[in-house]
């Protein structure tokens, strides 16, 4: 099969998203598939550069910068994106090539008018990979209230999903939202979990013996640092910690809430807690192994259903989870019933704290608690999982056409 997969982040990019997408067109190349992968980049100055990664075609086209700019700026340049894609695409060799199906990973929800365009003169299958619902979150988590913003952004969401013949939704939690969508003949929607790939083990930039928190028992938080998370929250538990100088708190990466929690940190003297920018995606293992459990924060506020890339490779690497989330997330009941962690779906300190200490026990007196969250990982997110599901998905579509 001759794929197309259409994204805004790829390595050398750091971002889950970059990963992911690595990690799946790696997959697809060893399952016997040719992929070429299209995405914009504003760091070039041609409008448009191919590449040769390990066996696919990535195709950058020059869009404007929308990455670690204002929120105006960002959304001026992303609703921009596509027709500059489109632009510049029409330059290059894939201009006048064909492909089996068309993929695209959501975020950004600003892909459509470009897969329009692809698919407008070609017979293409196409497949949506969604690992957030926008505009819902945003107006969740107080970023958007549902007014013109928000319905401007909705039709270009709803325009997106129109575009699919199959939607793959990170957890069953979000398949209800998909309903009226599924009610056209043709369509199918299914649960896709995140995935990953096994990473290459090399030696972690960061070695925590060196630091301050040296000697502790470490829980780490690495990803994004943003109002998704309110990550606020760890660093209320880590004041509850100060005393004890046996455990302490690593963020990893960066984001717009950076700043704000490294000031908090700073003004509540605690020296618990340390801050590290990201890291490439290959050290993980070896910073994981410095550590005794990962924590998987989100905001209360949510209402959709999330399983973050965090959590798969926490589990991918042995680390229990503390997660504190929203009220009825998919993933409180898969850390339950796995037993894996603890899991709060409050912001209450107390119940937070203590389920701090009960997982500090369950480290020490469950041999097996590593052994299931590898095993857990292995059943539900490896990537060759993914691209089977995807692939049959796809090939059930073009026997129908």
């Known amino acids: 099969m001759h794929l197309i997969l259409i994204a805004d982040t790829f390595p050398p990019q750091r971002t889950s998203g970059a990963v992911q997408l690595r990690d799946l067109t790696r997959e697809f190349i060893r399952q016997g598939h040719f992929v070429s992968v299209i995405l914009p980049t504003s760091s070039q100055i041609e409008n448009w550069s191919l590449e040769n990664f390990g066996g696919a075609q990535v195709l950058r086209l020059k869009a404007p910068r929308f990455k670690d700019v204002g929120k105006i700026r960002r959304a001026l340049a992303e609703i921009s994106m596509p027709y500059h894609m489109y632009k510049n695409f029409k330059q290059s060799p894939f201009a006048s090539m064909n492909w089996d199906a068309v993929l695209w990973y959501s975020p950004s929800i600003l892909h459509g008018p470009f897969v329009y365009a692809i698919k407008r003169n070609r017979s293409l299958v196409s497949y949506l990979i969604i690992r957030d619902i926008f505009p819902e979150w945003a107006v969740d988590v107080g970023l958007m209230k549902r007014g013109l913003i928000y319905m401007f ?109 490294m000031d908090l940190a700073f003004t509540n003297k605690l020296i618990n807690v340390l801050f590290v920018d990201e890291i490439d995606p290959d050290e993980i293992p070896d910073l994981y192994s410095q550590c005794i459990a990962g924590m998987v924060i989100l905001d209360p506020k949510h209402k959709s259903h999330n399983i973050p890339g965090k959590f798969v490779t926490y589990m991918q690497n042995g680390l229990p ?29 107390d119940e937070i704290e203590k389920l701090t200490e009960n997982l500090l026990e369950q480290i020490e007196r469950d041999k097996f608690l590593s052994t299931r969250c590898v095993s857990l990982f292995n059943s539900e997110f490896s990537v060759q999982g993914a691209v089977k599901q995807i692939v049959n998905a796809l090939s059930v579509q073009i026997g129908n056409k």
């Open 153 to 261: 952004f909705k039709v270009i969401a709803e325009f997106q999903y129109s575009l699919a013949d199959v939607i793959g939704v990170q957890t069953p939690g979000n398949l209800k939202y998909f309903s009226k969508w599924l009610k056209r003949p043709g369509r199918k929607l299914e649960v896709l979990q995140n995935w990953l790939d096994e990473p290459a083990k090399v030696r972690s930039s960061v070695q925590l013996n060196n630091s301050e928190l040296a000697g502790r028992r470490i829980f780490v938080y690495a990803g994004n640092m943003g109002i998704a998370q309110g990550l606020e929250v760890v660093i209320d538990l880590a004041k509850r910690f100060i005393k004890r100088n046996d455990i302490g708190f690593l963020f990893v990466g960066r984001g717009s809430s950076t700043v704000r929690l």
């Open 321 to 349: 989870v503390l997660a504190i989330i929203n009220e009825g997330n998919d993933l409180a009941n898969i850390i339950r019933t796995q037993m894996v962690g603890q899991v709060c779906e409050t912001r209450s300190i």
